[in-house]
C-alpha cells in the first residue's frame, strides 16, 4: 500500500537558515510525488512535482526538492527561510493510475526572526 | 477570479442536524476531489469525481453524500451529523486524474456541537 513519511512533526529556523523537509514513501510503481504548504487558516499550494528526468525540481517561493529512488526520498530544501515560510508542509505521492493523493502527516514550519 | 471556491467557510451546527458543502470550480478541470482534514492536520481522500462520475469512494459513513451536478461543482451533504465529523473539509481538482497535481479550496471548517 503506498504510505508517505514526515518523520519531522516540528522543525523551528532560524530566519536567514537553510531548510531541509524530510519525506520518505513506499510505493511499487513509480511515483508522482508532491510538496504542499498550507498557511493557517488557508488550503493547500502546491509548491512543486516530480513525474520523471531530472531529480532536483524546482518550485515556486524558491523552494526545490530531490528525488532519491535509492532512499525512496523527496526531501525539500530552500537555502535561505524567510518569515513567510512559516507554515504546514505536506509531502504527498500518487501515481499515473489512480486518482488519489497519499499525504503525510505534515511538518510545521516555525521560523524565528 | 478563484480558482476553486467552498461555501461556507466555517460552519457551526448541532448533532443530528444534516448540513452541505459546496464546491465550484472555474478551471475547466474533469476531476473534482473532496478531502478531510482532521484535527492533527492528517488528510485523507473521501471521494472522487470524473466529469460526474463517481470514481472513487473510501470507507465513508453513508451519510455522506457527494452530488456532481456537473463537471465544474461537487457539494457534500451530510445526514445526522456526529462529533466526529468535526474537521476541515477540502475540495479540489485536477485537469486529469493526479497527474498534474491538484488545486485546493481554502476550505470548509465543520464544528459539530
Known amino acids: 500500500a503506498q504510505s508517505v513519511t514526515q518523520p519531522d512533526i516540528h522543525i523551528t529556523v532560524s530566519e536567514g537558515a537553510s531548510l531541509e523537509l524530510r519525506c520518505n514513501y513506499s510505493?511499487?510503481?513509480?511515483?508522482?510525488l508532491f510538496w504542499y504548504v498550507q498557511s493557517p487558516g488557508q488550503g493547500l499550494q502546491l509548491l512543486l512535482k516530480?513525474?520523471?528526468?531530472?531529480?532536483l525540481v524546482q518550485g515556486i517561493k524558491g523552494f526545490e526538492a530531490e528525488f532519491k529512488r535509492s532512499q525512496s526520498s523527496f526531501n525539500l530544501r530552500k537555502p535561505s527561510v524567510h518569515w513567510s515560510d512559516a507554515a504546514e508542509y505536506f509531502c504527498?505521492?500518487?501515481?499515473?493510475?489512480?486518482?488519489?493523493?497519499?499525504f503525510g502527516t505534515g511538518t510545521r514550519l516555525q521560523v524565528f526572526p | 477570479d478563484t480558482a476553486v471556491s467552498q461555501t461556507p467557510k466555517y460552519l457551526v451546527t448541532q448533532m443530528g442536524n444534516d448540513k452541505s458543502i459546496k464546491c465550484e470550480q472555474n478551471?475547466?478541470?474533469?476531476?473534482m476531489y473532496w478531502y478531510k482534514q482532521d484535527s492533527k492536520k492528517f488528510l485523507k481522500i473521501m471521494f472522487s469525481?470524473?466529469?460526474?462520475?463517481?470514481?472513487i469512494n473510501e470507507t465513508v459513513p453513508n451519510r455522506f453524500s457527494p452530488k456532481s451536478p456537473d463537471k465544474a461543482h461537487l457539494n457534500l451533504h451530510i445526514n445526522s451529523l456526529e462529533l466526529g465529523d468535526s474537521a476541515v473539509y477540502f475540495c479540489?481538482?485536477?485537469?486529469?486524474?493526479?497527474?498534474?497535481?491538484?488545486?485546493f479550496g481554502s476550505g470548509t471548517r465543520l464544528t459539530v456541537v
Open positions: 478551471l475547466g478541470h474533469d476531476t
Open positions: 479540489a481538482s485536477s485537469p486529469i486524474r493526479v497527474n498534474y497535481g491538484y488545486t
Open positions: 504527498a505521492v500518487g501515481a499515473y493510475n489512480t486518482d488519489k493523493l497519499i
Open positions: 510505493y511499487g510503481a513509480t511515483p508522482y
Open positions: 516530480y513525474f520523471s528526468g531530472d531529480t
Open positions: 469525481y470524473n466529469n460526474k462520475e463517481l470514481i
